[in-house]
């Protein structure tokens, strides 16, 4: 029976001969298939993974603001921030996303399709040709839209009304941020003009720093804050420790941030790219923490752990808007930059006595504006001018609109609590619990 084994194969690849003579072509289509669905699955990949990171910046977002404001108003922005990612998530997906990538606009290049939810893959239903699933890139481009209204949520703390909050956020996460994005990442009229924001300084971070600005000009300063001699009243924040954690994460989220918007990493170049975005933007990071330190020492004999932490994100803020061509030093150098145009811009802030509870507006607006007119310097397919324009076309809209609906808001509903509500805390006046119960209960 063994010798009969060799004869039966034998005959078994005589009999194959035919069909493979008629497949002959086949290797080659096989290996593009194969190609397109490994492309498709690792840009998908990159997506998600990209978009679980920046997810995890809302718990940095939570934990630096938690750190930073007065321990009677802790658990008033924990549930603002748990609060404003789940309203953007319904918000994107009912009109934000459509209406920041249409497939038709309402007006060219400036305002897209209106109430048009986004659809995703049926079940089982992925085209490789498509380069990456459509749920992939939902949930990476919604975290973009739920970090912008994160930004507003820190600068108004400690005294804003939270009904008011939640309404401003859904009008800024469904209207007003996918409408300025739309004009660069939608293909709009800055796209056409040849303006460039790789992963969002203007369109994500000064959008929302213009929003805070609008709020805090809108609401004013916290009671107490500035004295009528002209001097500044401290207000520490609660925990140093959790406002420090919070950097971290966001450090760390912030390698999605760039990383993916790489949108694509099928190929050795892509890959190579994403690598060299990952380091550009830890760079800017080190250099802007290392240049508050040097500065807040200079400027004020000591060094200031929350400039510290703020320098770290705006050098991060900086390199968001081109993180991919510049060398290690450039990018140390725009987030160094960064860095100390945040430690600046504080005292700036004072002197018009608008109150900024964490530094956002000198994070986020600052050190986005910086990044983004910085572009040019290492990125020459635009223009100084062009990203000027475009920093200037973005904040009108931007803080013209969030200036009218917070004023309509006052007028209406009120966006401030009382006196005696904001001395006693936001959490017992809003929320009616407390962050540190046991805590308090010792003083």
């Not at 008629?22 to 990159?46: C, K, M, R």
């Not at 459509?134 to 930004?151: E, K």
């Amino acid at each position: 029976m063994h010798k009969t084994l060799p004869l039966i194969a034998t005959l078994g690849v005589l009999a194959a001969l035919p069909a493979a003579a008629q497949e002959v072509v086949a290797p080659a289509e096989a290996a593009a298939a194969v190609s397109a669905d490994v492309a498709y699955i690792f840009n998908t990949l990159l997506f998600l993974i990209g978009g679980f990171l920046v997810m995890w910046m809302a718990a940095g977002f939570a934990m630096l603001e938690a750190g930073l404001v007065r321990s009677k108003n802790v658990t008033t922005q924990l549930f603002k921030n748990i609060s404003l990612f789940a309203i953007a998530g319904i918000m994107y997906w009912m009109i934000g996303y459509n209406l920041m990538y249409p497939t038709d606009w309402s007006i060219a290049g400036y305002v897209g399709e209106l109430f048009s939810p986004k659809m995703i893959d049926p079940v089982g239903a992925g085209n490789a040709a498509d380069g990456y699933s459509a749920g992939s890139d939902f949930f990476f481009q919604l975290m973009f839209c739920a970090t912008t209204a994160s930004i507003v949520s820190g600068t108004l703390a400690e005294r804003v009304k939270l009904w008011p909050f939640l309404i401003f956020t859904v009008i800024l996460t469904g209207l007003i941020y996918p409408i300025e994005a739309s004009w660069q990442w939608g293909g709009g009229w800055l796209s056409e003009m040849g303006f460039a924001d790789f992963a969002g300084s203007a369109l994500v971070h000064a959008a929302g720093g213009f929003a805070a600005l609008a709020g805090a000009i809108v609401l004013g300063a916290r009671t107490g804050k500035y004295r009528p001699d002209g001097r500044q009243q401290p207000m520490p924040g609660s925990n140093l420790a959790l406002a420090t954690l919070g950097t971290f994460i966001l450090w760390l989220g912030w390698f999605g941030f760039n990383g993916a918007s790489q949108l694509a990493i099928g190929s050795v170049n892509d890959a190579a790219d994403v690598s060299r975005i990952f380091v550009n933007t830890n760079m800017a990071a080190s250099g802007g923490a290392v240049a508050a330190i040097i500065v807040t020492q200079l400027l004020y004999g000591k060094i200031d752990l929350t400039m510290v932490l703020n320098g770290a994100l705006a050098g991060l803020v900086s390199i968001t808007a081109e993180p991919l061509t510049p060398s290690i030093f450039a990018s140390v150098l725009i987030g160094g930059i960064g860095g100390t145009i945040a430690v600046v811009v504080v005292p700036m802030l004072d002197r018009f006595k608008i109150d900024d509870v964490v530094g956002a507006i000198p994070v986020h607006l600052a050190a986005g504006i910086w990044g983004t007119m910085i572009v040019p310097a290492t990125n020459p397919e635009t223009s100084f001018v062009t990203q000027g324009l475009g920093i200037l076309s973005i904040g009108a809209f931007v803080f013209g609109l969030s200036l009218v609906v917070w004023t309509v808001l006052k007028a209406t509903m009120g966006i401030r609590v009382g006196t005696e509500a904001e001395i006693s805390g936001l959490d017992i006046s809003e929320m009616g619990m407390e962050a540190y119960p046991d805590f308090v209960q010792a003083k």
